[in-house]
């Protein structure tokens, strides 16, 4: 059994506060509720209606029925400010359904609430009653768009894109309130799709026509001025260089205005992880020249951060791990970060013990604004059931942002390797040129529900001591495909191919060569477990790799999701995956509860092929979706 825990990165020092998961409280002292006002009105509420069909949704729109659990109005007057804003929100919750000619009777203690003086003396608690006739459901009648924005048929024809039509605005439809605000919308954003940032909905007709239970509509947007993209103004920066920020956010001055590319530059600048907030406002008007100015708004992080976390294996033991950073060194986002990490610190054996420790610096924006230098110097034991190696490494590198989608990295790697496996003990010296390109045509970076990615990289390299020569070559790929238009149950599937060429294995460092099992691979196996034998049977890395997952991600709530899974993973002897070894497959059922800082997984595997010596099941935890 394999078990690793989750570790509690503390970005400041800070005592700790009571902790709740799933609902549950794990510990600390919960905030003792305020005195309750002696003067506060306690109630009870029953809510009914003439079509029980709508009652669920009438309960989630109203007030007193949300809160009369909770804590109760401080005073009479509160408790019927309470109940009398309850008729707009029921009012909206009906015309959301369709119903245009809602009855709704609220009563306290048998008396219309409306008719209850505020310095009325009312019983504790209180019995109110809500009823509610929601009249005959609307259909839409006349629909007329004015100033429909002349989008092409490629556009139109992407599902993502909305229009009033897939809003629901059409005729013989039920007559939604929420469909003809998702039209406006729907106008408005074709309208800054196609570089008018200022289009807005014009004032819109309904005409009910009540003996008929049909509802006309009539809207249009206008448009306003076409626009370029202005300057960027940076306001709020202390630290941070104002003129970096404003070339890093990448918004291209003097093209046309378009939103997607305001929302990429809003990421590109939270990717910075300098900044505690920041947001691009637009200018209140376009100007005379027809550019539209941004200002973005920025509030800095504290300058250093740190961390800690813990984990426990059953294979590998207990171990601790911890991290400095320092944000901002020379007011580009300049990241210095040291790290160290040491696992099986309850074993009484030293030479068990896996360590590893580092330093490295981030400087962004280098000869491009989207272009990051980073120099790293690392070193460590690892010490694993199929080898043991210490090494120590320095690389520096690249990486460049092509466009939003697509991004490369290329670096210069020196290594040095001390090794002993299965192929008995040897010393490594081993330079190398890893890069990589990767796309990402994936709806979310943390819980992608549709789309894809891939990722090529390769590393040629040349072992000095031994005079080995080759490369390191890998595909990986993944799709996710919804089954729901709500994009709550989702397909997810996993492809990663992997080879070493122009190098035999007993040349090679051992973290360099391949190995299927554990929480990223195969689960239900111990991490790097899986792997072609030599002549004493002893595991060993193999010159190639074929990995396989398969996922189907069901959100059963907005937190809690149920993801059964299927692995499959095989390294091989040889540079070309013949399957000589034989795919190892693992399965099982996963856990999920969502945040927002992403996905909390908890997956329960075991192999569907147990052999001798296989664990009988792995339980992973970790953050974010497992691919």
């Keep these: 059994m394999a078990v690793a825990a989750l570790a509690v990165a503390v970005l400041l020092a800070q005592p700790a506060n009571a902790f709740d998961l799933f609902g549950v409280h794990l510990f600390g002292e919960r905030d003792a509720p305020e005195d309750l006002s002696p003067d506060a009105q306690t109630y009870t509420v029953e809510l009914t209606s003439t079509d029980p069909q709508v009652e669920k949704t009438l309960r989630e729109a109203s007030t007193l029925v949300r809160e009369a659990n909770g804590r109760p109005p401080p005073s009479t007057a509160a408790f019927l400010a309470r109940t009398r804003g309850d008729y707009a929100g029921l009012v909206a919750a009906a015309r959301d359904l369709g119903r245009y000619g809602p009855t709704i009777v609220i009563e306290a203690a048998g008396r219309r609430v409306e008719t209850i003086p505020p310095d009325a003396t009312l019983p504790h608690p209180v019995a109110v009653t809500i009823r509610v006739d929601p009249g005959p459901r609307f259909v839409f009648g006349r629909v007329v768009i004015a100033d429909r924005p002349p989008l092409d048929a490629e556009t139109l024809a992407d599902p993502r894109v909305a229009t009033p039509e897939r809003a629901g605005l059409l005729e013989g439809e039920t007559a939604a309130a929420s469909s003809i605000l998702a039209a406006e919308r729907a106008l408005v954003d074709g309208w800054k799709r196609l570089g008018h940032p200022k289009a807005k909905a014009r004032e819109r007709r309904l005409v009910a026509h009540h003996d008929r239970a049909v509802l006309d509509v009539e809207i249009g947007v206008d448009p306003g001025p076409a626009a370029t993209f202005g300057p960027v103004r940076v306001v709020g920066a202390e630290l941070m260089d104002p003129e970096f920020v404003a070339a890093r956010s990448g918004i291209p001055t003097g093209e046309r205005w378009d939103p997607m590319k305001v929302k990429r530059a809003e990421k590109r600048l939270r990717d910075l992880d300098v900044f505690a907030s920041s947001r691009l406002v637009e200018d209140a008007a376009v100007g005379a020249d027809g550019a539209l100015g941004l200002e973005a708004q920025v509030a800095e992080r504290p300058l250093h951060v740190f961390g800690f976390g813990a984990s426990y294996s059953t294979l590998d033991g207990a171990g601790v791990e911890g991290w400095w950073q320092h944000r901002n060194l020379f007011g580009h986002g300049d990241r210095l970060r040291v790290e160290g990490r040491v696992?099986?610190?309850?074993?009484?054996?030293?030479?068990?013990?896996?360590?590893?420790?580092?330093?490295?610096?981030?400087?962004?924006?280098?000869?491009?604004?989207?272009?990051?230098?980073?120099?790293?110097?690392d070193g460590g034991r690892e010490v694993l059931d199929p080898y043991t190696q210490e090494k120590i490494a320095g690389r520096v590198g690249l990486a460049h942002a092509f466009f939003d989608e697509l991004t490369g990295k290329a670096a210069v790697n020196l290594e040095a390797d001390k090794v002993s496996d299965g192929w008995g003990k040897r010393s490594l010296t081993l330079a190398s040129l890893p890069f990589e390109l990767a796309l990402d045509r994936s709806d979310d970076r943390l819980a992608p529900t549709a789309g894809w990615r891939a990722k090529i990289a390769a590393e040629p390299f040349h072992e000095f001591r031994l005079g080995a020569s080759g490369a390191i070559l890998r595909l990986d790929a993944t799709a996710y495909l919804p089954l729901d238009a709500d994009r709550r149950y989702v397909l997810a599937g996993r492809v990663a191919v992997a080879s070493i060429v122009g190098a035999d294995a007993d040349r090679m460092p051992a973290d360099r060569l391949f190995f299927a099992g554990g929480g990223n691979s195969v689960r239900g196996f111990a991490y790097r477990s899986l792997g072609p034998t030599n002549a004493a049977g002893r595991i060993v890395g193999g010159l190639s790799l074929v990995e396989a997952s398969a996922e189907l991600r069901l959100k059963v709530t907005d937190t809690i999701g149920v993801v059964p899974f299927v692995d499959m993973g095989a390294a091989g002897a040889?540079?070309?995956?013949?399957?000589?070894?034989?795919?190892?497959?693992?399965?099982?059922?996963?856990?999920?509860?969502?945040?927002?800082?992403?996905?909390?997984?908890?997956?329960?595997?075991?192999?569907?092929?147990?052999?001798?010596?296989?664990?009988?099941?792995?339980?992973?935890?970790?953050?974010g979706e497992s691919f």
């Design 343 to 377: 696992s099986g610190v309850d074993t009484v054996d030293p030479e068990k013990l896996t360590w590893k420790g580092g330093v490295s610096f981030l400087r962004p924006g280098v000869f491009t604004p989207m272009t990051d230098l980073t120099v790293a110097l």
């Design 574 to 623: 040889k540079s070309s995956p013949d399957f000589a070894e034989t795919p190892r497959f693992g399965g099982g059922l996963g856990l999920r509860y969502y945040t927002g800082l992403g996905a909390i997984r908890l997956d329960l595997a075991t192999p569907l092929d147990r052999k001798a010596g296989d664990p009988k099941f792995g339980l992973y935890i970790g953050l």
